[in-house]
């Protein structure tokens, strides 16, 4: 149902675009989390199909942009300005429906994960 790409060994500073893609059925809104080793999987962003709105934890406000290609049924995390501290596997979620955007239970379909790495 989500297939997430885009993953890579970057330095710090440097860009990064996630992909997911979407098949199977329509979504209420797609979004990403992330998961650093010994830590809980954290909310990334999100994004709704209709109108666009869009949520972003605040550790990542002003350096990732979430978007959406609604003819491609694909998400993008546009990532920028990259940190260490960003270094985690990346999943993509989507939620048939509304409730608390950053609560992983609302999720009801995830992708595989995508390692994201920044040195440095």
């Known amino acids: 149902q989500l297939q997430a790409s885009g993953g890579g060994l970057v330095q710090a500073g440097d860009s990064l675009r996630l992909s997911c893609a979407a098949s199977g059925r329509t979504f209420l809104a797609t979004g990403w989390f992330r998961q650093a080793p010994g830590k809980d999987r954290e909310f990334v962003a999100v994004?709704?199909?209709?109108?666009?709105?869009?949520v972003y934890a605040e550790s990542v406000k002003g350096r990732f942009t979430i978007s959406k290609d609604n003819a491609r049924n694909t998400v993008y995390l546009q990532m920028n300005s990259l940190k260490p501290e960003d270094t985690a596997v990346y999943y993509c979620a989507a939620r048939l429906g509304s409730g608390k955007v950053n609560r992983i239970s609302e999720y009801n379909y995830w992708g595989q994960g995508t390692q994201v790495t920044v040195s440095s």
């Open positions: 994004i709704t199909w209709d109108a666009g709105t869009t």
